[in-house]
């Protein structure tokens, strides 16, 4: 369609505009991601449970020492969940390095070229515009570390359940 508004003398046209397309490319892309991220957080989360499950299972014979002189399931369970919080934040951590290293990489190898291919498809050779591919979006950066740490916590449920469930003195005689 057209649009005029009152008091100006212009009219805009979609018409031989590659905007259109772009926000269709964009709302697309965004979906695919989330379907991306879904999959990438059920990887995670049986890479933390088989990683977290193997420290448990490899630490039997502290958790059986932990329970002979005292403690509590629930203060062995702890243990092992504030051990999965500082995992999951050191992966957190690398993982939005990496990110931001990459994403910077790519940068500046492709913006100089899709400022080119811009500038020409959309006619504006002498506009002083650049392309940048890195954007910060703090909300869902906020949202992939909450789903790490979920993913981390979710991974150590059931081989903490295991863990807690097991006898001691079974533990310790198997060593």
């Given at each position: 369609?057209?649009?005029?508004p009152?008091?100006?003398?212009y009219?805009?046209?979609?018409?031989?505009?590659?905007?259109?397309?772009?926000?269709?490319?964009?709302?697309?892309?965004r979906?695919?991601?989330?379907?991306?991220?879904?999959?990438?957080?059920?990887?995670?989360?049986?890479?933390?449970?088989?990683?977290?499950?193997?420290?448990?299972?490899?630490?039997?014979h502290?958790?059986?020492?932990?329970?002979?002189?005292?403690?509590?399931?629930?203060?062995?369970?702890?243990?092992?969940?504030?051990?999965?919080?500082?995992?999951?934040?050191?992966?957190?951590?690398?993982?939005?390095?990496?990110?931001?290293?990459g994403?910077?990489?790519?940068?500046?190898?492709?913006?100089?070229?899709?400022?080119?291919?811009?500038?020409?498809?959309?006619?504006d050779?002498?506009s002083?515009?650049?392309?940048?591919?890195?954007?910060?979006?703090?909300?869902?950066?906020?949202?992939?570390?909450?789903?790490?740490?979920?993913?981390?916590l979710?991974?150590?449920?059931?081989?903490?359940?295991?863990?807690?469930?097991?006898?001691?003195?079974?533990?310790?005689?198997?060593?």
């Amino acid at each position: 369609g057209t649009c005029k508004p009152s008091g100006r003398l212009y009219t805009a046209h979609l018409a031989f505009s590659n905007s259109s397309a772009i926000d269709d490319i964009r709302k697309q892309v965004r979906t695919w991601l989330s379907y991306a991220m879904l999959v990438v957080a059920i990887l995670a989360v049986a890479i933390m449970w088989i990683t977290v499950g193997r420290t448990i299972v490899d630490g039997r014979h502290e958790t059986a020492v932990f329970r002979a002189i005292g403690f509590k399931r629930v203060d062995v369970a702890s243990v092992y969940i504030v051990y999965t919080i500082l995992l999951s934040l050191l992966v957190t951590t690398c993982a939005f390095g990496l990110g931001i290293i990459g994403a910077h990489l790519l940068d500046s190898q492709f913006t100089p070229g899709l400022t080119a291919q811009a500038r020409y498809s959309f006619n504006d050779m002498n506009s002083a515009k650049q392309i940048s591919l890195v954007s910060y979006d703090w909300h869902q950066l906020g949202l992939i570390a909450i789903i790490c740490l979920a993913t981390g916590l979710l991974g150590v449920v059931l081989p903490l359940i295991r863990n807690v469930r097991r006898s001691p003195i079974r533990d310790m005689r198997e060593e």
